[in-house]
Nanobody, 124 residues
Framework: QVQLVESGGGLVQAGGSLRLSCVVS????????MGWFRQAPGKEREFVAS????????YYADSVKGRFTISRDNAENTVYLQMNSLNAEDTAVYYC?????????????????WGQGTQVTVSS
């Protein structure tokens, strides 16, 4: 069974930074595309960023481009999301997902495995 565990969320002031981590159990992490999605209260889950299995391709939502950076360490079975210049609109529960096709889709329904989420709250 593949398990994903996110960490690194918390309360931060506007303009601040956080780094989210997602550790994936199992031996097949290096074959998965990985994505970060977020869901604010009353809103649908939305794409934030994704990365291909090799790390060679990364994708970002327009709302976070230039502020967030996704990366991965296949030796540590971990994907990261560095979030800078945070604002109140970034407040949400952040989820990491594993895309077994390896590409790192922008569409949440193409992800097979999910973590439990980590809360990010940005105070203005």
């Amino acid at each position: 069974q593949v398990q994903l565990v996110e960490s690194g969320g918390g309360l931060v002031q506007a303009g601040g930074s956080l780094r989210l981590s997602c550790v994936v159990s199992g031996r097949t992490f290096s074959t998965y595309g990985m994505g970060w999605f977020r869901q604010a209260p009353g809103k649908e889950r939305e794409f934030v960023a994704s990365i291909s299995w090799s790390g060679g391709s990364t994708y970002y939502a327009d709302s976070v481009k230039g502020r967030f950076t996704i990366s991965r360490d296949n030796a540590e079975n971990t994907v990261y999301l560095q979030m800078n210049s945070l604002n109140a609109e970034d407040t949400a529960v952040y989820y990491c997902g594993a895309d077994t096709t390896g590409w790192g889709s922008r569409y949440w329904h193409q992800y097979t495995y999910w973590g439990q989420g980590t809360q990010v709250t940005v105070s203005s």
